[in-house]
């Protein structure tokens, strides 16, 4: 007799309706030095013009102007499919004559947008949280010179722990193959040198088939990608793409004898966007949450001899610390001090129950004992 049908098989497509109807969000960082081509890659990436309203400075302002944070979003929708795409640009990265705090607010900002979810997890409305953090950094390695400069190696030490690196070789079309194939293993060789992580591809279930193993490895093989980018549409025999025009001849940005372009479009959004999302909440903010909680247990037993003013110095603490910078830290201070007086409750319940069984039991015993004298005397009485 075959089983009748129960009806928990549709719940996969109750997740896909109300995942749909909530829709997705996406923080992508660029980073690199200005004339990488960043913009432009970002704009052929997603076919889209998210810099409208930009202004290029003059070069004696950008030469004292420090790494400024510039944040761009957009709302795209694909069949049905809705995106809330964040752009965070680093104009700026590198320009500067000193460069040794370049790579400072970058780091910045993600510590930032992992302590907005720590509070806003740690909060009473935890089902509106905005999901800001970001998620990827591709980060643009000029093409000239023999590999990695000593700028890109500090600011990428700086970030591989905290979000998904995926280094990107900006321009690429100024290299010939040959000179392509020998500056990304030397790219590849200083990372590993210098004890760069950057993103590591999930490895393929066994039951995947052949095809998508094969642009998984294609994927994984054209790291770091080569790119070039292009918002300008051709003509060529009748057939339109995106691509630059050269004396030499036309670059198709798109087409993967060109440009990895569509490789890493490919992977960023295709293939691994759930899987960066996954990484970041997994493995990045988890190790940024896990530290949070080691720094505030230690503080608190650093306190805990001060326990009769830790009402005083929370109050301190509101009127003297910025609301942004430590309301989760005094809100897990209050959830703290109120299970620390709940357990001194229970210890005095505890101790009460204990006292008043002791002397019940003594109480008991000194019945017992009087008895057996009174039990002495009767039968003295009865000899006599």
């Known amino acids: ?85 964040t752009i965070v640009d680093t104009p700026g990265f590198g320009d500067a004559l000193n460069s040794e705090e370049t790579c400072q ?3 910045d900002y993600i510590d930032v947008q992992f302590k907005k979810y720590f509070q806003d997890e740690s909060g009473l409305h935890r089902k509106s949280i905005v999901d800001n953090r970001v998620h990827c950094c591709l ?17 990428m030490r700086k970030l591989h722990k905290k979000v998904n690196l995926v280094p990107v070789i900006g321009k ?72 630059r025009i050269y004396p030499w001849g036309v670059v198709e940005v798109e087409s993967p004898l060109h440009s990895d372009l569509q490789k890493l479009r490919s992977m960023l959004i295709e293939t691994h ?39 005083l110095k929370r109050d301190s603490m509101l009127v003297e610390l ?8 005094l809100i897990l201070l209050q959830k703290e001090d109120e299970i620390r007086k709940m357990q001194d409750l229970l210890s005095k319940m505890q101790h009460q129950l204990q006292v008043q069984q002791r002397s019940r039991s003594l109480g008991e015993a000194q019945l017992k004992h009087e008895f057996s004298l009174m039990n002495i005397d009767k039968s003295q009485e009865v000899r006599l």
């Open 105 to 107: 607010a970058l780091s």
């Open 172 to 243: 690429a079309d100024s290299l010939t193959t040959a000179e392509l194939s020998r500056f990304k293993s030397q790219v590849l060789q200083e990372l590993k040198q210098y004890e760069i992580q950057i993103y590591q591809f999930p490895e393929c279930d066994p039951d995947e088939d052949e095809a998508f193993k094969k642009q998984d490895k294609e994927l994984k093989d054209a790291v770091p990608f080569a790119v070039s980018g292009s918002c300008q549409i051709l003509e060529v025999n009748g057939r339109r793409f995106r691509g």
């Open 1 to 85: 007799m075959d089983r009748e049908y129960i009806g928990f098989a549709s719940l996969p497509d109750q997740i896909h309706r109300k995942t749909i109807k909530k829709g997705f969000e996406f923080t992508l960082m660029v980073a690199g030095e200005s004339g990488l081509g960043k913009s432009t890659l970002v704009n052929t990436l997603f076919l889209a013009d998210l810099y409208q309203d930009r202004v290029i400075p003059p070069v004696e302002e950008r030469l004292t102007k420090t790494t400024a944070i510039q944040v761009r979003t957009a709302d795209i929708e694909e069949m049905g499919i809705k995106l809330r795409l």
């Open 273 to 311: 966007l759930a899987d960066l999302r996954d990484q970041t909440h997994e493995i990045h903010y988890e190790a940024f949450r896990s530290a949070c909680i080691t720094r505030l247990t230690h503080n608190l037993t650093i306190q805990q001899p001060h326990r009769e003013r830790s009402k």
């Open 322 to 329: 910025p609301d942004d910078d430590n309301a989760a830290d």
């Open 139 to 155: 980060y643009f390695i000029p093409p000239y010179g023999r590999g990695l400069r000593m700028l890109d190696v500090a600011a």
